[in-house]
């Protein structure tokens, strides 16, 4: 097949993992006969370098017209001054915006090669495969905020529509993994909350009797993420509660390096990125762990191009260089002698033939 890819390498080791992914996916395209024609643009802290915008018009325009955007990471300290006029994370922002992805995908997979490098005991890691669905652009993030001397507001709204819409993305995601959907809320207290699940529990048996649906309270999620793991297959929640589970979830696998994520909408164009940020702290050290970015490119083959037998390709072949005893230093423990970023990308790209 044909497919176009913007790609988005971003600032701090955005440009290093981005090039991993890309190499890859050539790899992919040689192997499986594709064609992928990649179109790099500028994001973040590089774009207002050189454009004076986080989000240039040239960038839109090459997203709008791709089958799927590949994103590094945006942010630095470079451009982290609070009184700065433009921000690297507003062009994330708004590129979520204009694609319109309303829902935020992120695989939790452990390898059980890598137990040693969570904080959690291996017997309670054992087997945990779970996927977080996080609505990305309702609730409490995006409402009417409010403030003055004494006091500060912000308005969370969820409509029928935008409910209907996210557990319709999970619950398909369920009936092709283990069948199993768990409805994180807070209808205890909030009255979004008890919107959420009225149409989780009418939505489902109709549209989905297959499923089998399980309801938590946020508060209880967090601890059940924590105690039972791999008994949750796919998570659905709202934005905030979301945003707070899945770096809970991302500390089950070890590293922010591990780690990929899809953002999708109503067309089959996604924002696909590793969940970790520019992590200047190693930029231009060669270190990165590739696996976020090169796990978030079979995401876009899976979601956005329809090839899900290049996409197992792709995470076996991760899955294969771990197993082989490729520890890029963040996933490395005593006795290992890590590989650079280039170093594991070959490693996974060998793995691939
Ligand atoms: P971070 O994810 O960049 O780094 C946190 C820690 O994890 C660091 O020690 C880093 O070295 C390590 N790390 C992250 N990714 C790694 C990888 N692939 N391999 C090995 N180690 C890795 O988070 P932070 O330090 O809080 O933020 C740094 C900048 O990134 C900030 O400007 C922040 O705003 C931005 N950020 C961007 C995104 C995004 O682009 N989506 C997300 C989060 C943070």
Redesign the pocket.
């Known amino acids: 097949m044909e497919a176009v890819i913007t790609l988005l390498p971003?600032d701090?080791?955005?440009p290093d993992?981005t090039q991993c992914a890309l190499e890859v996916l050539d790899a992919v395209a040689t192997r499986y006969d594709h064609r992928f024609t990649f179109d790099t643009q500028l994001i973040?802290g590089a774009a207002i370098d050189m454009e004076g915008d986080p989000l240039p018009a040239a960038t839109i325009a090459s997203c709008k017209g791709a089958d799927a955007v590949l994103?590094g990471?945006?942010?630095?300290?470079k451009w982290?001054d609070p009184n700065a006029a433009v921000r690297?994370?507003q062009g994330?922002l708004k590129l979520r915006s204009v694609l319109g992805v309303f829902a935020n995908i992120r695989p939790v997979k452990i390898y059980r090669e890598l137990v040693g490098a969570s904080p959690l005991r291996p017997e309670i890691l054992r087997g945990v495969d779970m996927v977080v669905v996080r609505e990305l652009t309702g609730g409490i993030y995006f409402g009417d905020k409010t403030r003055d001397e004494t006091s500060a507001s912000d308005l969370c709204t969820y409509t029928v529509s935008e409910v209907e819409r996210i557990v319709r993305v999970a619950a398909k995601l369920a009936t092709v993994r283990r069948g199993k959907l768990c409805s994180v809320d807070k209808a205890n207290v909030l009255e979004t909350s008890r919107l959420w699940r009225d149409v989780t529990d009418r939505l489902m048996p109709a549209e989905f009797p297959e499923i089998e649906v399980e309801t938590l309270l946020v508060d209880a999620a967090a601890m059940h993420l924590l105690s039972r793991p791999a008994d949750f297959d796919v998570i659905v929640t709202e934005n905030m509660f979301g945003d707070i589970l899945t770096d809970e979830a991302s500390m089950l696998a070890g590293?922010?390096?591990m780690l990929p994520s899809a953002s999708l909408g109503d067309t089959s164009t996604g924002l696909y990125?590793?969940?970790?940020?520019?992590?200047?702290?190693?930029a231009g050290k060669g270190?990165?762990?590739?696996c976020?970015a090169i796990a978030s490119a079979a995401l876009a083959l899976r979601h956005s191009l329809g090839l899900e037998t290049e996409a197992l390709a792709i995470e076996s072949a991760i899955a294969a260089a771990i197993a082989n005893g490729a520890r890029?230093?963040?996933i490395a423990t005593a006795g290992d002698s890590p590989v650079s970023t280039s170093e594991m990308t070959a490693e996974i790209i060998r793995g691939l033939q």
Do not use: K, Y
Not at 73 to 77: E, I, K, L, N, Q
Not at 287 to 290: G, R, S, V
């Open positions: 971003g701090g080791i955005g993992v973040g994103l990471a945006v942010g630095g300290p982290s690297p994370e994330l590293s922010l390096g990125e590793p969940i970790h940020g520019s992590a200047p702290d190693i270190i990165a762990n590739p976020a890029t230093v963040d």
